[in-house]
């Protein structure tokens, strides 16, 4: 029903920046929340950052150098990751609390989805 395809990940060095994209589609009613999170190798998936409403919220580790943002006529979310730094590796997953529209075309209630993730490499 509803589909999050991230983008723009790679390879870059430390102090350098990337922009990852997320775009949602499928039978979206609304978009309640979006957000992006991290998964390191041997560690737990985490939190970076979260729009709703116009409210954004960071993890400590990326404040002042990550910024998420949200075109909301395309479904579309943004993560711009500044300063980076060898610690910030990982796969990033877009997250959506979506709310999806059923066989009768009537909301149903929000539920998360993600996307498969997108590789992002800082070399020190």
């Known amino acids: 029903q509803v589909q999050l395809v991230e983008s723009g990940g790679g390879l870059v060095q430390a102090g350098g920046s990337l922009r990852l994209s997320c775009a949602a589609s499928?039978?979206?009613?609304?978009?309640?929340?979006m957000a992006w999170f991290r998964q390191a190798p041997g560690k737990q998936r985490e939190l970076v950052a979260q729009?709703?409403?116009?409210?954004?919220t960071y993890a400590d580790s990326v404040k002042g150098r990550f910024t998420i943002s949200r075109d909301n006529a395309k479904n579309m979310v943004y993560l711009q990751m500044n300063s980076l730094r060898p610690e910030d590796t990982g796969v990033y997953y877009c997250?959506?609390?979506?709310?999806?529209?059923?066989?009768?075309?009537?909301?149903?209630?929000?539920?998360?989805?993600w996307g498969r993730g997108t590789q992002v490499t800082v070399s020190s």
């Open positions: 499928g039978s979206i009613f609304s978009i309640n929340r």
């Open positions: 729009i709703a409403r116009g409210d954004s």
């Open positions: 997250n959506g609390l979506i709310v999806v529209l059923d066989q009768l075309r009537l909301p149903t209630s929000p539920r998360d989805y």
